[in-house]
């Protein structure tokens, strides 16, 4: 741990304020904290959403198949359906963010139980954050403000 002491003094240093192990686990969470909720609360609208419109086909369904309000609730349907599809992708896409930061922070690396160095935490953290970075800037001006 004390080469990768050395490597969290430096990002420390540059403005990370992170002066331990245990500070980036807390920078960890605060990541999480920043979107997830906001994530969770989209997919859970999305779902919603795509409840109500199928709801309101199954009552269309029972009159004619034929008529405009059956079409319009069929593509609604398939509207809401996507957009459930688009915040799950979302959702699982900053998940495995989070995932390969939480790898990074390990004291071995996970494909070969070898020790890792400074500058190897330092390369793949500062890769993965701003990975997480350019996620949050693609959906903040989706997320519902928490």
Do not use: N
Not at 83 to 111: C, G, K, M, N
């Amino acid at each position: 741990m004390s080469d990768r002491a050395k490597a969290l003094i430096q990002l420390a240093e540059k403005g990370w304020e992170c002066r331990s192990m245990p500070d980036f686990f807390h920078l960890v969470h605060d990541i999480v904290q920043s979107y997830s909720l906001a994530l969770g609360q989209r997919l859970k609208q999305a779902r919603q959403e795509s409840q109500k419109a199928e709801d309101r086909l199954r009552r269309h369904q029972e009159g004619d198949t034929r008529d405009e309000a059956y079409r319009e609730a069929t593509q609604q349907v398939a509207v809401h359906h996507a957009e459930v599809t688009q915040w799950e992708a979302r959702h699982q896409a900053y998940r495995q963010q989070l995932e390969s930061l939480s790898l990074t922070l390990h004291p071995f690396a996970i494909d070969d139980a070898a020790p890792q160095t400074s500058a190897q935490v330092e390369a793949r953290l500062h890769a993965h954050v701003e990975a997480i970075e350019a996620f949050a800037e693609g959906v903040s001006d989706l997320l519902i403000p928490c």
